[in-house]
């Protein structure tokens, strides 16, 4: 009876684990825990998801999507298997940000000196209304954050791009920063405090590297000695919006836009974009984290953060990922 008891259980785990593996979208649980991830990942609206893992955790940091006027404070979530999701709270808002009041858009987030940097966007920085990329420093990072600098760290329009969607890479000690909305992209050298910029060896303090149709969300990934430096297209509420990319052999560029990666599909969501990219270290894992809009819900600000594996080609090439409802299976980090 004990032997038959048995081989039942684990008839029904492993049934339990098929059910998770094809069906919706919060992912199904074998004793309470998810064994896939579903997508979205976590509740709530969220966009703009800049992932990154310290230790053993992975960290995303999105953008809270909501009208302008609302997006007042940044949430962060961390998981250590990519499936199971912790919330935290409100690690910075405008409280904390003295010059900022709303619209905090698209953070990026690095480790350095066993300090925790939050940049942002915030105030729809434009003519007559004053704003730019902020820096934000923490202990931990969980926060809570403190304003680094009392002011953006850049508040201009430079080559035509807007001070938001900035992503910063560090190499050798040395930090560059590619940010910019509104079509256009520049790159800029950081001082190592985060302080302000340094120029380039022409003296140049900006630098515009657009690829060809970029509109949005710069990142960049490392991977065989190439450097794949990515973007959003379309229009952020659009079905056209969608994730490209070029490669190159240094980080400076130049960068020719190779094709896209990630787009909406009619069969499981639309507006597929605005990205990152972690690598589980020590392997050649990754996974992409997007925001998209469910099927049919037109609310301006309905848009959720999920997860896809991203594969590549033996060539190098970047395999164009596709949409799911279940997203990726339980890994330890």
Not at 14 to 32: H, K, N, P
Not at 152 to 177: C, H, K, R, T
Request: hydrophobic share 40%.
């Amino acid at each position: 009876m004990f032997h038959v008891m048995k081989q039942t259980s684990v008839f029904i785990l492993v049934a339990l684990a098929m059910v998770a593996v094809f069906s919706g979208l919060e992912g199904c649980s074998v004793a309470g825990r998810k064994v896939v991830s579903g997508n979205p990942i976590f509740g709530g609206w969220y966009a703009d998801p800049h992932a990154v893992v310290y230790g053993k955790t992975c960290w995303v940091f999105p953008t809270y999507s909501a009208r302008y006027s609302e997006q007042t404070f940044l949430d962060a979530f961390s998981s250590r298997d990519l499936v199971n999701w912790t919330k935290h709270e409100r690690i910075i808002d405008t409280n904390s940000v003295k010059w900022a009041d709303s619209c905090m858009w698209a953070p990026a987030h690095i480790e350095k000196d066993g300090k925790y940097y939050l940049f942002f966007g915030a105030n729809d920085a434009q003519e007559g209304h004053p704003g730019g990329i902020g820096v934000a420093v923490a202990n931990s990072p969980e926060g809570p954050y403190e304003d680094l600098l009392g002011r953006p760290l850049i508040s201009e329009n430079v080559n035509g791009a807007q001070p938001i969607d900035q992503f910063v890479w560090e190499e050798n000690g040395e930090y560059l920063m590619y940010y910019g909305g509104w079509r256009h992209c520049n790159m800029v050298r950081l001082k190592p405090d985060f302080s302000g910029l340094l120029p380039f060896d022409d003296g140049s303090f900006y630098r515009e590297i657009t690829p060809e149709r970029y509109v949005e969300g710069a990142f960049m990934l490392k991977r065989g000695g190439k450097y794949y430096f990515m973007w959003s297209e379309g229009g952020w509420g659009g079905a056209n919006y969608c994730v490209a990319y070029a490669m190159a052999d240094s980080p400076m560029g130049p960068f020719e836009r190779i094709g896209k990666i990630l787009e909406q599909d009619p069969e499981v969501a639309t507006s597929a974009g605005h990205h990152s990219v972690i690598n589980v270290p020590g392997t050649d894992e990754w996974y992409i984290f997007y925001h998209r809009r469910p099927l049919g819900d037109r609310a301006r600000d309905h848009r959720a953060t999920c997860i896809e594996k991203l594969e590549f080609t033996s060539d190098g090439l970047i395999v164009p990922v596709k949409l799911t409802f279940e997203g990726v299976g339980r890994r330890r980090l």
